[in-house]
């Protein structure tokens, strides 16, 4: 049954939603299986999350590790007035602003003229979906972020509206246009490199 609602489609998110805050709660209460439990049946949606709105897919592992350790030390404090995968996102979110934080403010160093050459030489060539995820990440860096964070939020991790909305924390009629705005620009994006193929 557990593992039945964690493979719900949509109509079944609620259901997965109240799990998945009742493993937060007992793990929250000290019961170690619970937050494993909590940590599996959420893994695959933070790391999507940091992936897209770091836009670093090396850093992603680092980013997930790092917001399932901040919300272990919160989890004392966890309320449940929010379903809690909609306040581990909220975690998620700030881990990665900290990250960018973090990285502005030490200095670069590079002892190559052309990095950027040398980064895209270093990447892996021939896996499958490379070529689409990197043209996935291409269009959503084109997005500005607020609206790239609505975007993914909605649209690739799969939340509803309100719950976005909550993770960012502004008004739900916020992440709709900003979705909208998003979705229009993709498009745009698309239809010129059709055209221009």
Same mark, same amino acid.
């Given at each position: ?99 960018? $934080? *973090?990285?502005? /403010? %030490?200095? =670069? ?7 950027? +050459? @040398?980064?895209?030489? !270093? ?52 992440? $709709? *246009?900003?979705? /909208? %705005?998003? =979705? ?7 239809? +010129? @490199?059709?055209?221009? !193929?």
């Amino acid at each position: 049954m557990t593992h039945a609602l964690l493979r719900s489609e949509p109509g079944g998110d609620l259901a997965r939603d109240d799990l998945i805050t009742q493993w937060a709660l007992a793990a929250r209460d000290g019961d170690a299986e619970a937050f494993e439990r909590f940590v599996r049946a959420t893994r695959r949606d933070v790391w999507r999350f940091v992936a897209h709105l770091s836009g670093d897919l090396h850093a992603a592992d680092d980013l997930t590790q790092e917001t399932y350790l901040r919300a272990l030390t919160a989890l004392r404090g966890y309320a449940a007035r929010s379903c809690a995968r909609i306040w581990l996102l909220a975690i998620a979110r700030r881990t990665v602003a900290d990250r960018f $934080r *973090s990285a502005a /403010a %030490r200095p =670069r160093i590079a002892d190559t003229g052309d990095w950027q +050459a @040398a980064a895209e030489r !270093a990447q892996p060539r021939g896996l499958p979906g490379f070529e689409e995820g990197v043209a996935l990440l291409d269009l959503l860096e084109a997005l500005d972020a607020p609206r790239r964070e609505a975007f993914v939020l909605t649209q690739l991790a799969g939340l509803p509206y309100a719950d976005a909305a909550a993770a960012v924390g502004c008004p739900v009629g916020t992440v $709709r *246009s900003r979705v /909208a %705005r998003a =979705r229009e620009r993709v498009s745009a994006l698309l239809l +010129a @490199a059709d055209h221009a !193929a």
